[in-house]
């Protein structure tokens, strides 16, 4: 469950495709003889944080800890309804057939616990995975534009940087 909530995605072909792909290395001798390999894995698509084709989705972790996150959770990470972020709401796809993603997210939980990763530890990360998702809704402008509000936000972004930032643990400065 722990790699494929943060590592798979809907696409418009498969509801539970990988996004990782490998990079294989094999070595030979002089006579032509396999002498070594090592296999390389690596995340293909950093672009499907930020932008999503029609009938796609985010990483599945996303889904899972806006509805998977309790009452109390949801208020210390700063989380809001799923489609109120832009990284999420691009292609109005939230639900897959078949998956509770509430339950995923206890099962996901249960994977970081199983491996070690301790309750402080899933609370930076999920800390993080919300300070992402508020940072998809922060539009920048240059400083001299009039959409700016003279601090290189855009007009109307100010409080998505502040939820990002608070839910990151480091609040804004007044």
């Not at 639900?95 to 339950?103: K, Q, S």
């Amino acid at each position: 469950p722990l790699l494929e909530a943060f590592g798979n995605a809907k696409t418009v072909r498969n509801d539970n495709s990988s996004r990782f792909g490998k990079y294989v290395e094999i070595n030979f001798n002089k006579r032509g003889a396999i002498s070594g390999a090592a296999i390389k894995t690596y995340l293909l698509e950093r672009s499907r944080l930020v932008h999503l084709n029609p009938g796609e989705r985010n990483y599945h972790i996303f889904y899972q800890l806006c509805d998977g996150a309790t009452a109390e959770e949801k208020a210390r990470w700063v989380i809001h309804d799923r489609s109120s972020y832009s990284y999420l709401n691009q292609s109005d796809v939230y639900d897959l057939p078949g998956v509770c993603n509430a339950t995923e997210f206890t099962h996901t939980r249960h994977a970081m616990t199983a491996i070690g990763i301790t309750a402080e530890q899933q609370e930076s990360v999920f800390r993080v995975l919300s300070a992402l998702l508020h940072l998809g809704n922060v539009c920048w402008a240059d400083s001299s534009s009039s959409s700016s509000r003279g601090d290189g936000l855009c007009n109307g972004t100010a409080a998505a940087a502040a939820a990002a930032a608070d839910s990151g643990g480091c609040p804004l400065a007044p």
